[in-house]
């Protein structure tokens, strides 16, 4: 089955600073790969999410990027604020109609004012 | 999006005993997922659970310790039965909306004594 893995599992950065997450996934069949946002005591908030067609995708200060061939995928949050500290999951699945998602580990981001 | 609203929010239990908690969405969705959340950790995946048919449990996850029901289109419950410490986690429904992607209820977060 498909095996995710996620760095750092912890973040601190200055606000302002630029915030960069990373995945790896082992299931080459997969083509789908959510981010996730998880604050203390809510449930996880789907905040962007990429298909293998695309190499990058943008949303105001939020971007991923994917390399297919490396299995590799990483989340960047620029221009960080205190309201973006919380845990970050990455996921993958095969997409194409109600496939196992299948999610990291975690990254605790702490941004300090 | 969707509204998901998940009950009990929180609970506090005695070893032994069983909890349902309930999920509801504001729309008719056809595919509905059951995850735990360990303390600091990841999701797992639970169970799939389909309108009209049994659920899809995962490895490592029996009918008989974690039934689920899926009466309509807007309804689920998971019941935890015959708790332990070891049960303790937050409990997650999730549905899934167009082709892939997956948005989560608020949790419920479960202590078993």
């Known amino acids: 089955g498909e095996n995710v893995e996620q760095h750092p599992s912890t973040l601190s950065v200055q606000e302002g600073d630029s915030a960069v997450i990373k995945c790896t996934y082992s299931?080459?069949?997969?083509?789908?790969f959510p981010w996730y946002k998880q604050e203390l005591g809510k449930g996880p908030q789907l905040i962007i999410d990429i298909r293998s067609n695309v190499g990058e995708k943008k949303d105001q200060r939020i971007a991923v990027t994917l390399n297919k061939t490396a299995k590799h995928f990483s989340l960047h949050i620029t221009e960080t604020q205190p309201e973006d500290s919380a845990v970050y999951f990455c996921a993958a699945s095969r997409g194409g109609g109600y496939q196992k998602v299948t999610f990291g580990t975690g990254t605790k981001l702490q941004v300090i004012p | 999006s969707a509204v998901i609203s998940q009950k009990p929010s929180r609970d506090i239990c005695q070893r032994g005993t069983s909890l349902t908690i309930q999920c509801q969405v504001d729309s008719q969705v056809t595919m509905m997922f059951w995850y735990r959340q360990q303390p600091g950790q990841s999701l797992t995946l639970i169970a799939t659970?389909?309108?009209?048919?049994?659920?899809?449990?995962e490895s490592g996850f029996v009918i008989d310790k974690f039934p689920i029901s899926r009466p309509n289109l807007t309804f689920s419950t998971l019941t935890v039965s015959n708790m332990s410490p070891e049960d303790s986690s937050i409990y997650l429904c999730?549905?899934?909306?167009?082709?892939?992607?997956?948005?989560f209820g608020p949790g419920t977060r479960l202590t078993v004594l």
């Open positions: 999730s549905v899934s909306l167009g082709i892939d992607e997956q948005f």
């Open positions: 299931d080459s069949a997969s083509n789908y």
């Open positions: 659970a389909n309108q009209g048919s049994e659920a899809t449990y």
